[in-house]
């Protein structure tokens, strides 16, 4: 019977890039710019749920978090893909449960009235009936 050790003959699991501690620390500090420089770098994510009504005539879409100019394609997004169920609907943006920039907020508001979504996110500038519940005052 042999007493062959479990780990014997393989090559350690942790490797460890050549260079050293300076050099990863290095590595880290620019991995750490590019994901701040990102467009959506720092921004705080969005959390969406979206509720239809039985008979298609409204959807409802809860927004908690921050909404920043960063963030707003993606709220812009769901409302296109919304849309798309049945074209028409009332899309109502509900941000009672979040923050908002003043920046941010402005765009939502004005592609409310202006009954369109943008065309920086969505290529087709769909015809969309927004109403916006503006975030409480804190």
Request: glycine share 8%; net charge positive.
């Amino acid at each position: 019977m042999s007493s062959m050790h479990l780990g014997a003959g393989r090559r350690n699991s942790t490797a460890t890039p050549p260079g050293g501690v300076r050099e990863r620390r290095q590595a880290d500090s620019v991995r750490r710019r590019a994901m701040l420089d990102h467009p959506a770098g720092g921004a705080r994510k969005l959390r969406v749920l979206v509720k239809l009504d039985t008979d298609l005539a409204s959807a409802r879409i809860h927004v908690e978090g921050t909404l920043t100019q960063a963030n707003i394609h993606a709220l812009y997004s769901v409302a296109a893909r919304t849309n798309a169920l049945l074209s028409g609907m009332e899309i109502i943006i509900d941000l009672t449960g979040a923050r908002a920039v003043d920046e941010a907020l402005q765009d939502l508001l004005g592609a409310a009235r202006e009954a369109r979504l943008p065309e920086a996110a969505v290529p087709e500038n769909a015809a969309c009936r927004l109403r916006v519940l503006e975030p409480l005052a804190a």
